[in-house]
C-alpha cells in the first residue's frame, strides 16, 4: 500500500504561483512514478505532469508546459509541483497519484487540494 497527502493548495490571482505537495508513505520503494491529474468543476481529469521516482525524468501537459516544473525530494519522499504564471483555466481540484513497478496505470491516489485562481 502507498499513502498520499496533497497540500498546498488555494486561492491565487492570475499570474501567481504556488507550489503543491505530494507526500508519499508506505511501500515507496515500489514506486515508479508519481503523477499530478486536476479535475475541474464539470470537466473530466487531466494529466498535468509526471516525474520517475528516481527525479530524473519529468513529463508535462502541452497546457502547462513552460509554467509548471514538478521535482522530487528523495529524503522526504515527497514530490511538488510549482505552478508559476497561473491562469484562471487551471482553477481545479489537483490529485497526485502512484504508480508502481508492476502496474500498468495509477494505482494510488491522494484525497486531493483545491486551487482556485481568480482573473
Known amino acids: 500500500q502507498v499513502h498520499l497527502v496533497e497540500s498546498g493548495g488555494g486561492l491565487v490571482q492570475a499570474g501567481g504561483s504556488l507550489r503543491l505537495s505530494c507526500a508519499a508513505s508506505?511501500?515507496?520503494?515500489?514506486?515508479?512514478?508519481v503523477g499530478w491529474f486536476r479535475q475541474a468543476s464539470g470537466k473530466e481529469r487531466e494529466f498535468v505532469a509526471s516525474i520517475r521516482w528516481n527525479g530524473i525524468d519529468a513529463f508535462y501537459a502541452d497546457s502547462v508546459k513552460g509554467r509548471f516544473t514538478v521535482s522530487r525530494d528523495k529524503a522526504k519522499n515527497t514530490v511538488y509541483v510549482q505552478m508559476n504564471s497561473l491562469k484562471p483555466d487551471d482553477t481545479a481540484v489537483y490529485y497526485c497519484?502512484?504508480?508502481?513497478?508492476?502496474?500498468?496505470?495509477?494505482?494510488?491516489w491522494g484525497q486531493g487540494t483545491q486551487v482556485t485562481v481568480s482573473s
Open positions: 508506505g511501500r515507496t520503494p515500489s514506486i515508479y512514478a
Open positions: 497519484a502512484a504508480k508502481l513497478i508492476i502496474d500498468r496505470d495509477y494505482s494510488y
